[in-house]
């Protein structure tokens, strides 16, 4: 069975690109009003996640939905300062780059984008950037993160982070003009898709995609329906879900946008970390990976254990 591409990276850094400012911000919003539910809900992604299981540990996941014109690889990052992280990368296409990681002591972050906010409106925040590759390489725990919370957040660019680590789960939205909201989940489920459920933060949702409710409705509901504790294989079958269509669905088939990845991290409170990550790279077989994220994973570098 083929394996899934690895590569060791030494003293280098990602960071997303960052996009022009649109012309005119407030006719974008205007704009936006008139569009679709399809237009609002590209590049999607589903995040959802549980703390207090397998003895206080916590569990965190992410589909990735984006066009099929991707290819996604697993890579370890090394620098000379910072802690070593995994990630999923994408290649080609628009906005490659970081996608989603863990890092040496367990701190595992995703993001899914704001599409209930236009995407002319993100883009014309300039002097906003993603917060990945800063947070996997510079910080330990959730509470290291929300002790800088106002020094980190209100620079970053509008979307939604999920943050786990052996105690509890972040959940931080961020929107225009620095400004974001946090909550923190040390006993149950978290979830999140592409619209602001802050109530602090509603007033960014210029347009709710069909998707992106249906989607966070149903993932809110198998978490609720699973007995507890959750554990790898739980959220792997809740990946799957396929409920609600082609389009609405947690693993989506549509011809337009379509789950690319499942990313799953186990973090008991003792012990090493899980991962398993399946890669539906287009135009490849689909590859499941699972990893033990112990001492030896980091010092040597991933070796996989396929299903």
Not at 1 to 16: G, N, P, V
Not at 58 to 64: E, V
Not at 103 to 118: D, I, Q, R
Not at 201 to 209: A, E, H, P, S, T
């Amino acid at each position: 069975m083929r394996t899934a591409r690895m590569i060791l990276l030494l003293d280098r850094a990602e960071s997303a690109p960052i996009r022009p400012a649109a012309a005119v911000i407030g006719l974008c919003a205007a704009v936006s009003l008139l569009l679709g539910p399809a237009a609002q809900d590209a590049k999607a992604c589903t995040l959802w996640g549980e703390a207090g299981t397998n003895a206080t540990g916590t569990i965190i996941s992410k589909n990735r939905d984006w066009e099929p014109n991707q290819t996604q690889i697993l890579k370890m990052h090394r620098t000379s300062t910072g802690y070593a992280y995994f990630g999923l990368y994408a290649e080609g296409g628009e906005k490659p780059g970081l996608k989603q990681g863990v890092n040496e002591m367990g701190l595992t972050v995703v993001t899914a984008a704001a599409s209930s906010l236009p995407k002319e409106l993100r883009d014309a925040e300039t002097d906003r950037h993603g917060v990945l590759g800063l947070l996997l390489s510079g910080y330990a725990t959730c509470d290291e993160v929300l002790a800088k919370k106002e020094t980190i957040f209100p620079k970053c660019r509008a979307g939604f982070i999920m943050i786990s680590d052996r105690e509890k789960i972040l959940v931080v939205e961020t929107g225009l003009h620095g400004r974001y909201a946090v909550r923190t989940v040390e006993n149950g489920p978290a979830t999140h898709t592409n619209h602001y459920l802050e109530k602090s933060l509603d007033d960014f949702n210029i347009k709710i995609g069909s998707s992106s409710a249906t989607r966070l409705a149903r993932v809110t509901d198998l978490l609720r329906a699973s007995p507890a504790p959750c554990d790898t294989a739980t959220f792997a079958a809740i990946s799957r879900d396929q409920h609600d269509g082609p389009n609405n669905s947690l693993w989506r088939t549509g011809k337009g946008i379509r789950t690319m990845s499942s990313w799953i991290v186990e973090t008991p409170a003792e012990g090493a970390p899980k991962l398993r990550v399946v890669l539906a790279n287009p135009g490849e077989a689909e590859m499941t990976n699972t990893f033990v994220l112990d001492k030896k994973f980091w010092k040597e570098g991933p070796a996989s254990q396929r299903d």
